[in-house]
């Protein structure tokens, strides 16, 4: 079983947003917190003991101060490439991966995903035989992705090289995803 003090988190806010129109990470979870609030939250709570956030060359620093930033100056170059500059920075020997818009996660999903990882290289949560989020990675995979060549790899072909462990979960908040400001109205009231 992987102990929540042996885990890191990569947060992934570092995309233009231009679906939603405004920067992910600072939409309003509760009338309390943001996105990136809430995720910080969670996995602080659950023990994790690195948290980073992977941001664009934009993201104003007032709107969270708290934990390890790292700035991806090409989000062009997309998720692969914001993910491979924060895995360079982990300290850990497992790595939690949770998109900005993902925004659903709870310790009780961390700890199982922690408690199912066994002999694998990475788990998913995966709800009706579908892949979600948060994804927790061992120290092959974030070797492999800290260390490659290229900055715009297929995580999903980077990934088939490696032992995959599916957790089946019974609710769909593992495949929720808040892109477009009709998607976040859709969970959040306020929206």
């Known amino acids: 079983m ?7 988190c990569i947060v992934l806010t570092a995309g233009l947003s231009t679906r939603m129109g405004k920067c992910k990470s600072t939409l309003m979870w ?23 956030t992977v941001v ?18 090409s989000p062009e170059k997309e998720r692969f490439y914001s ?14 991966l949770q998109p900005i818009d993902q925004p659903f996660i709870e310790q009780n999903l961390l700890q199982k995903l922690c ?11 995966c709800f009706e035989k579908r892949g979600g ?33 599916n957790l089946q979960v019974d609710c769909d908040h593992v495949l929720r995803n808040i892109d477009t400001p009709r998607e976040y109205g859709r969970y959040f009231s306020w929206g």
């Open 2 to 8: 992987v102990q929540a003090n042996t885990t890191a």
């Open 30 to 52: 509760d009338k309390n917190q943001t996105f990136l609030q809430k995720i910080y939250a969670e996995y602080t709570s659950f023990g994790c003991s690195q948290i980073i």
């Open 56 to 73: 664009n060359k934009n993201f104003h620093k007032q709107h969270f101060s708290t934990g390890q930033i790292v700035v991806n100056p």
């Open 83 to 96: 993910l491979k500059l924060g895995l360079q920075k982990v300290q850990q020997p497992f790595c939690f």
């Open 115 to 125: 408690a199912s990882m066994g002999n694998s290289d990475y788990i998913v949560p």
């Open 133 to 165: 989020h948060p994804i927790l990675f061992g120290q092959k995979v974030i070797d492999r992705i800290a260390n490659s060549p290229q900055d715009d790899e297929n995580l999903r072909e980077v990934l088939r090289a490696f032992t995959r462990k």
